[in-house]
């Protein structure tokens, strides 16, 4: 039987790309799902499952949590701006959601005494690495405003984990793909506008390196880290490939039957990391495993895509 089977579990930020994922796999487990959402531009109601109870609002409303939190038995902090360069032109819309939603979220865990907490956080946290991973224990030295308030959210976490006693582990994740992902990001981006006719924009020489891990996999990991993580840990969610963005790029070009005339190079993005990697070992030591290699879940993301005009057109 299920870990999660009649267990009252919270997902904040549940009407987004990975959120949404999480939400409908606890639901196939038999879960009592709550999502709580504000919907931004980058969450959408289609997404939530029917099985769930939906309650939009926002994570820095702290009387909105103090009626939602109480009677839940696990809290899943996806509620976040996750693009870099909306952050590079708005810093404050990320430090208010980012920072300030994760503490008060954190508050209304430690007055309804729920059981379980997790932040799901970010390899960018890190900055860049030449070589070798990221330890779990290694210190933060985020470049970008998205980066930075992802730290300062874990970092709070940390704190009230060792201050007050709040159950709450932090995963930090690789890339994460697959379907329903806003188009705003590389692969889908790349995909649709390959489908739309337009060019497609890749940074600077392409030699940027990053991890791919499928939606599948992120989701499979937090619920392990929610089961049995332990409290102000911090566990990594690694892909199972490392490529350059020129690789990605090649790679989706070769799915889509298209070829390098349709790249254009433009400017790259102010502080752009070359390289993360993360090492897993707290995670691999629960029992996790990547199981859905790229050039799968490339296939598949790009046939949802295909399938899916309507839903990601609504979102351009």
């Known amino acids: 039987m299920s870990f999660f089977r009649d267990r009252a579990v919270l997902v904040c930020g549940g009407a987004g790309f990975i959120g949404s994922r999480f939400a409908a796999d606890l639901v196939a487990e038999g879960a009592r799902v709550t999502v709580l959402d504000r919907l931004s531009y980058a969450g959408g109601r289609d997404n939530v499952p029917r099985e769930a109870a939906f309650v939009r609002g926002d994570v820095c409303d702290a009387n909105l949590l103090a009626d939602v939190v109480p009677g839940h038995e696990i809290v899943v902090n996806f509620a976040a701006e996750s693009h870099v360069d909306r952050s590079i032109e708005a810093p404050e819309v990320f430090t208010r959601t980012n920072v300030l939603g994760a503490q008060t979220l954190f508050d209304a865990c430690l007055l309804g005494r729920v059981g379980r907490v997790v932040q799901v956080s970010t390899d960018e946290v890190y900055g860049s690495i030449a070589e070798g991973s990221w330890a779990e224990d290694a210190p933060v030295m985020p470049s970008s405003p998205y980066s930075a308030s992802k730290a300062a959210a874990d970092l709070m976490a940390l704190a009230y984990a060792r201050?007050?006693?709040?159950?709450?582990?932090i995963t930090r994740s690789a890339n994460t793909y697959g379907p329903r992902q806003h188009p705003e990001k590389l692969i889908p981006r790349f995909v649709t506008n390959l489908l739309t006719g337009l060019k497609l924009p890749l940074y600077g020489d392409g030699r940027?390196?990053?991890?791919?891990?499928?939606?599948?996999?992120?989701?499979?990991?937090v619920r392990l880290v929610a089961e049995r993580g332990e409290p102000a840990a911090v566990y990594h969610v690694p892909g199972a490939a490392e490529l350059t963005n020129r690789e990605v790029t090649e790679r989706v070009l070769a799915e889509m039957h298209?070829?390098?005339?349709?790249?254009?190079?433009?400017a790259d993005r102010k502080g752009?990391?070359?390289?993360?990697?993360?090492?897993?070992?707290?995670?691999?030591?629960?029992?996790?495993?990547p199981g859905v290699d790229f050039e799968r879940g490339l296939a598949e993301t790009v046939r949802w895509y295909r399938d899916n005009e309507a839903w990601w057109k609504r979102r351009l």
């Not at 298209?258 to 433009?266: G, I, K, L, P, T």
């Open 163 to 169: 201050t007050y006693g709040l159950p709450v582990s």
């Open 208 to 221: 940027n390196v990053r991890e791919w891990l499928h939606v599948a996999d992120h989701s499979r990991a």
């Open 258 to 266: 298209a070829d390098w005339s349709a790249v254009e190079h433009v």
């Open 272 to 289: 752009h990391d070359l390289r993360y990697s993360l090492a897993d070992n707290r995670l691999a030591a629960l029992g996790y495993r």
